[in-house]
């Protein structure tokens, strides 16, 4: 009996001892699906901390950047309410508007530099401010000076005038894309490649600046670009000029002409009143051009002109019978209405030209920069024959924009230029070929 117990009692032993054991490995088989789980789940936990990190470590970075352009806008900001605030009594503006009185024309530039001084003196609403900035426009469009042009119609749309934008004034944002930029910077490349002995000079015709040339420095780039809108030839050549300056294709009283009879007698007394000063060139990348001061005068009928610049163009743009001179000096006028005169004396190659040697023994050395050599004058008229008689037409600017309304005076006496002179300038073309007359009256007297 005692044995049947004892076995009894193993084989319940064994089976508790089974059962148990059994439950353990269940138990830790569970256990260990448990922990594979677990270490899943930590490492899920793990791996979408570390990218929660990783996008949070994103997004500080982006709000670094963020706050660091605010501080820099803030900084512009600052920097603008302080210049407001320094020109807020308006003295700055009143002494630079005495300063200015004397003179009767304002450069370009001096008008684009009212505009923004009034602009930040008086607010947008300034009707002063319009009007400077209107004549900016008016004067930097004869002399495609992009600066100012910019500077100009920006002032505009800051006071609330719907006018088109030059798509190279616009900031880098608005025009990012857009295939303008491409070919603007293409065509930068080709300026670096040609330089300066490829003849892109243009005779900036009617470029009148009679103060300073913009900023200089940091200007120079931007006026490469403004060169880039039109050449002497192949892509942006004058056959071009009209896609971008209507004028210059549709205009019906165009520049330069062959100028051959039949002419029409003219009464017109003009004569020329040149003053000495001193000397201011400019290389704008079309042409060399001299701006002077005011003071030299041209009589049409008694109506003073005044001189605003002269300069130079190779071969001369005008044919007389079909043929052209080596070069051609074409003084720009203008009188208080505002009416534009163009004297054209034609330079025959022959003995060496005294006055152009000063001029050439001063010739800028880099473009866009007005160069004031130290006590040089030049008196314009050196560059004058002494008979005055003339062709005359009524015609236009010969570079773009090619603005009609300009009285031309061709004198029919020619002046010397030494062939080495005409090599020495520093463009190889800078001509706009003739155009036609389209009906128009020639003159002579
Ligand atoms: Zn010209």
Known sequence: MKRILLEVFLVAALIGAGVFGFMNQKQASVSKAKITELNAAVEAAEK??????????????EMQALQQELTTLEGKANQLEAVKAALASGSTLSDLENAYKKEKTLSAERQAGMGALRMLTKGTEDPGALEAFRKALQLSELGDRKNTICAAQLGLVAAGEKIKVMADCLPKSEKAGSGDKEEKDSHDKDDGKGKKDDGKGKGKDDGHSHGKKDDGHGAKKDEKHAAAHWDYEGEMGPEKWGKEFPTCGKGKSQSPLDIKGPFVK????????YKEGALKMINNGHTIQVNTPPGSKLRVDGIVHELLQFHFHKPSEEKIDGKPMAMVVHFVHKNADGKLAV?????????????????WANLPKEQNVEYLPEGVNFNPGNLLPREFDFYSYEGSLTTPPCTEGVRFFILKTTVNIAKEQVQAFPFKMNARPVQPLNGRELLSN
Do not use: F, H, Q, W
């Open 266 to 273: 003219s009464r017109m007394v003009v004569s020329a009143d």
């Open 343 to 359: 004297l054209g004396v034609l330079l025959k190659e022959g003995n060496e030209n005294p006055g152009i040697k000063t001029l």
């Open 48 to 61: 979408s901390a570390k990218e929660k990190e990783e996008s949070i470590k994103g997004a500080e970075e």
